[in-house]
């Protein structure tokens, strides 16, 4: 129980919560910023607390290949390393071994791949990845997981979950005598059998969270909303959830909704390198020609820098010369989009307003998920 | 007289002064960065502002192509549409008809050339120049010039200069009322006679200042030396001088030993892209894989961002994944590294001691001027 995770309010099923990490507390639910190669896209540290990040997501799997555990060892880990003083969640590798076009092989000793780096071969064990974990200083660790297609048969779904089972238990073990904290990875595919069994029993274990993997791999977007649900169903109130890779801020209200507590997504700097950017009248294509003269800011209701200072004509000029701060101002701009949101959200659990603001948010969202500008990709 | 230039102290050749823009003081000598696309590559206005720049320079060539003047006037000119509130030098946009490998023609008119935007046909003539100037909001607008090279027979070369001139009085007299001030540039390629005329010429107009144009386009650099002191001799001491285009530290530093006030040249950004930093053990290539574990700053006498927050292992780990964040760090150093050494060059004319200066500074840029790490690139 290393994060003290402490409910402070449910409205039906959507939780406000906060729990300790070694690099401070965090309020829950949380969207946490994904920072690959320990950089959040072209952002400081600095930039990241101004829009409102307080924890990371870094990716075990790329910072093994480059810069590799050594450096982190001699670092004493990614916080020096980055200036990032906040917590740090990392994920255990297992997606990327699954979604990365790698020649790879999965066997009960972990997964085998080629370095894109170098091409060299990888053991991606449990225990290599804990490892590494470890190095990276990590707040919270993720188990290595078998990501399979969610639409896998139930025979397969199956066999993926057990293997992920023993894994678990490998992953707990190497943890060790370590202080960070470490999340299990509930499988099962879309069967509610297995999700359930997955939950019982990891829950036999000492993990201090649980992570519903599995999903946004194929699934239907229904199907991933019913399987959140019932798998949130399953899980003990004391621990916190987290929906991993997701999502757009539509999907992240549903997913409160359903109880979970935490989420990382790579779409608000991804969608800014393609000129996207969320406002309260919609997801604007800020390449379109239309905004060349367009002096009113992105979203007048933004406290973001870009808002601040700049028109949308100006973010337009940069996108279309393919100037590195358009898309770091869209960044900027997109993710306190979504810390606002979270901040909307938390406020109205706690002063049990939720099921209002999920319905006029539903309604703005929505419309926000849906590009106003389609037109100019 | 628009600039209301003073000579503060000078040493030898070397000058300390500073004038008024529309936009708040400038003490010289000055160092600007250039700002291409009315954005200086990735750094927003606070971070130019933190790292000591006062004063940009854009490029008419490019901004008449992209956002075009409409835009600009729209907007009432580039201040307010990049959020830069200091002044603004702008070039005529002659050198990169010039230099850039497009279709041109030039003529009594003006240069016809093609948009490498949208392939339009265009003529930059000096009223468009001007008014093209005027419409960006500069404080210092440059009149139109042909460029070319420096080896030029004498005959071509005179030619061009008389050209030159007589656009100087058209620019001259498009900048009609304009509260802007405006530069001449002095032509002649390397013949002194036609130098000593040049300057003649226009000192009979009423320009705010002289650019010494023609020079870093073929010939030695012993040539370009002798032809800025040449030059500067001629030129009234009541007028600011500008080397456009330069340069390394160590010809800046050469420069203002020769008489020569402002400086613009796209080298800090430029190579901090290719992962270079200037320090003062030399200029570092931090690609390469000896900083792969290297705890110290950059530069321990640097005040900059990146050496107050960051490793050479960590920038070497951001250049080597192709993070924007690398080439941003860098940028700042090195436009911090410059502007230091503007700042030391100053203080020393004004307290007498720039002999003293000139010589320590040399030998170290001579050093700095040296990639240290070369086999890397």
Redesign the interface.
């Known amino acids: 129980m290393r994060l003290h995770f402490k409910l402070e309010n449910v409205v039906g099923s959507a939780r406000a919560g906060r729990f300790t990490t070694l690099h401070g507390e965090i309020e829950t639910p949380v969207f946490m910023p994904v920072g690959t190669?320990?950089?959040v896209?072209?952002?400081?540290?600095d930039s990241l607390r101004t829009v409102g990040s307080r924890m990371l997501l870094a990716n075990t799997y790329h910072l093994l290949l480059?810069?590799g555990p050594?450096?982190f060892k001699?670092?004493g880990g990614i916080h020096r390393?980055?200036?990032w003083s906040g917590p740090v969640l990392t994920d255990s590798g297992g997606f990327q071994i699954f979604s990365l076009p790698h020649s790879r092989r999965i066997h009960e000793g972990g997964a085998e791949f080629q370095s894109y780096v170098d091409g060299t071969s990888h053991l991606l064990s449990p225990e290599e990845s804990i490892g590494m974990q470890k190095a990276i200083g990590s707040d919270v660790m993720m188990v290595l997981d078998q990501c399979i297609p969610s639409t896998a048969p139930w025979r397969e779904a199956e066999k993926a979950m057990e293997l992920t089972h023993r894994w678990a238990r490998r992953s707990l073990a190497a943890r060790g005598e370590s202080p960070a904290a470490m999340f299990a990875i509930v499988q099962g595919a879309c069967y509610p059998d297995l999700r359930k069994r997955s939950v019982e029993d990891l829950c036999s274990l000492e993990f201090d969270g649980f992570a519903i993997g599995g999903l946004a791999v194929g699934e239907t977007k229904a199907e991933r909303q019913d399987f959140t649900e019932l798998t949130c169903g399953y899980l003990p109130k004391h621990l916190p959830r987290y929906l991993m890779g997701v999502g757009k801020p539509i999907d992240i209200l549903e997913a409160v909704n359903r109880g979970v507590d935490m989420f990382d997504c790579i779409i608000p700097s991804s969608l800014a390198k393609h000129g996207m950017a969320f406002t309260g009248e919609g997801r604007l294509q800020l390449r379109r020609v239309k905004y060349?003269?367009a002096?009113e800011v992105l979203d007048a209701n933004c406290d973001c820098?870009a808002c601040a200072?700049?028109?949308r004509?100006?973010l337009?000029?940069?996108l279309?010369?393919d100037?590195?701060?358009g898309?770091?101002l869209l960044s900027q701009h997109n993710l306190r989009f979504y810390h606002r949101l979270m901040k909307r959200i938390r406020a109205s659990i706690v002063d049990g307003s939720f099921a209002d603001l999920y319905r006029s948010e539903r309604e703005l969202l929505v419309k926000t998920d849906n590009v106003k500008d389609e037109a100019a990709l």
């Open positions: 190669q320990a950089t896209k072209g952002l400081t540290p480059r810069p050594e450096v001699k670092f390393f980055m200036n060349k003269f002096d820098i200072h700049y028109s004509a100006y337009h000029h940069l279309k010369s100037e590195t701060l898309w770091k």
